[in-house]
């Protein structure tokens, strides 16, 4: 079983943000961490705006959402990643959702062992949203590495 490396970690970090205090999201719902939204089990759920977090919270709540990501890469990719590859994957996943992911050509690329194919489709995922084409295009170089 692969796990996000040291330098995936950071690069995702890169691309989703830390913020180390609870946030409204773009679409109104209270965050915190690197996109972590607060759900009612959450010790943090029903605290005000602005209130702050630990670095260890952040990366604990990170560790615990994109864990479902790692396994989901690592149960439907069906041929051996480098982990630049999956790091990318990792990324990817993360943001998308893993039900989209299921579903994709990307997946059924590298199935099918289409490496640079399957690398062609990181900026579809963009196609819909223009401002993510510069995290596709990183996230393919990452995955192309």
């Known amino acids: 079983m692969m796990k996000l490396s040291e330098e995936g970690t950071k690069f995702l970090t890169l691309e989703e943000g830390k913020k180390l ?4 999201d773009s679409v109104g719902l209270p965050t915190c961490g690197i996109g972590h ?8 759920h029903g605290k005000p705006v602005g209130t702050p ?10 560790r615990n959402d994109v ?12 041929i051996p990643l ?3 590859q999956f790091d990318a994957l990792v990324s990817l996943v993360f943001n998308i959702g893993i039900g989209a992911f299921r579903k994709s050509t990307i997946l059924k690329k ?3 062992n289409l490496i640079m194919e399957a690398s062609y489709e990181f900026p579809r995922w963009a196609a819909k949203q223009k401002e993510l084409m510069p995290r596709r295009m990183r996230e393919k170089a990452l995955f192309l590495s």
């Open 53 to 62: 977090i630990t670095e260890e919270r952040c990366m604990e709540l990170f």
């Open 82 to 84: 480098k982990q630049s």
């Open 37 to 44: 939204l607060i759900v009612s089990t959450d010790p943090e």
């Open 67 to 78: 864990s479902p990501t790692e396994n989901a890469v690592n149960s439907f990719v069906k």
């Open 110 to 112: 590298l199935n099918d």
């Open 21 to 24: 205090k609870i946030y409204l």
